[in-house]
């Protein structure tokens, strides 16, 4: 069964600092991964997607990093901003656009 | 949100009352989808639809049904079969759904609430 999990659940970080996000997957056969930013109550945009090739991927403040051989993602956010409080979705693509597995978010929480 | 609009943002139900979220793209999009959000969940794919008149059930289809008469409209009906609708429904469209990069772009969602 194709799966992604992500952690932290949720991660609370002061105004400024950066932070890591995770993702692991069990997606066969691969095709791509995105990771999705979702404000409380919106929908989900994207801000990366990642192929099998790709290792390093960045969109301003965001770096996402995919580690093809371990199934392992992670979302970088540097010098965090109030703004970026959300849920990060990761979300694998197993052949098309129809076979999606989302996790379930890591929630995170930006302090002044 | 993308060109994708949902409505209602928030809606109640009586239990044993079916209801209908509407979803409109002005992108050109060929495919379309319907996922439901529950908290600490991923998103789950309820229905979608590659081209108009056609359509095929996702994961949880049980409870739902769909239309696609229109290329730019697919509209959601929750049927009171449906056990549990409380919870946060997404739409989405995508250019083409076979296409392996094909980002799909989603709507600010509707919040069921069933009393």
């Known amino acids: 069964k194709n799966q992604v999990e992500q952690s932290p659940q949720s991660l609370i970080i002061l105004e400024g600092k950066n932070c890591t996000l995770q993702?692991?997957?069990?997606?066969?056969?691969?095709?791509?991964l995105r990771w999705y930013k979702q404000d409380t109550g919106r929908g989900p945009v994207s801000l990366t997607i990642?192929?099998?090739?790709?290792n390093t991927k960045s969109n301003g403040r965001y770096t996402a990093t995919l580690d093809a051989d371990t199934k392992q993602s992670s979302l970088h956010i540097t010098a965090s901003q109030l703004s970026d409080s959300a849920s990060y979705i990761c979300?694998?693509?197993?052949?098309?656009?129809?076979?999606?597995?989302f996790g379930s978010g890591t929630q995170l929480t930006v302090l002044p | 949100d993308g060109g994708i609009t949902q409505s209602p943002k928030y809606l109640f139900r009586k239990e044993g009352q079916n209801v209908t979220l509407s979803c409109e793209q002005n992108?050109?999009?060929?495919?379309m989808y319907w996922y439901r959000q529950d908290p600490g969940q991923g998103l789950r794919l309820i229905y979608y639809?590659?081209?108009?008149?056609?359509?095929q059930k996702g994961d949880i289809a049980e409870g739902y049904s769909v239309s696609r008469e229109k290329k730019e409209s697919f509209p959601l009906t929750v049927t009171s079969a449906q056990k549990n609708p409380t919870a946060f429904y997404l739409c989405?469209?995508?250019?083409?759904?076979?296409?392996?990069?094909?980002?799909?772009?989603f709507g600010p969602g509707t919040r069921l609430t069933v009393l």
């Open positions: 989405a469209s995508s250019p083409y759904s076979g296409s392996v990069s094909s980002e799909q772009f």
């Open positions: 993702c692991n997957y069990t997606v066969s056969p691969f095709s791509n």
């Open positions: 990642m192929t099998f090739s790709e």
């Open positions: 979300v694998v693509s197993a052949g098309s656009a129809r076979q999606l597995t």
């Open positions: 992108l050109n999009h060929d495919a």
């Open positions: 639809s590659q081209i108009v008149n056609d359509f």
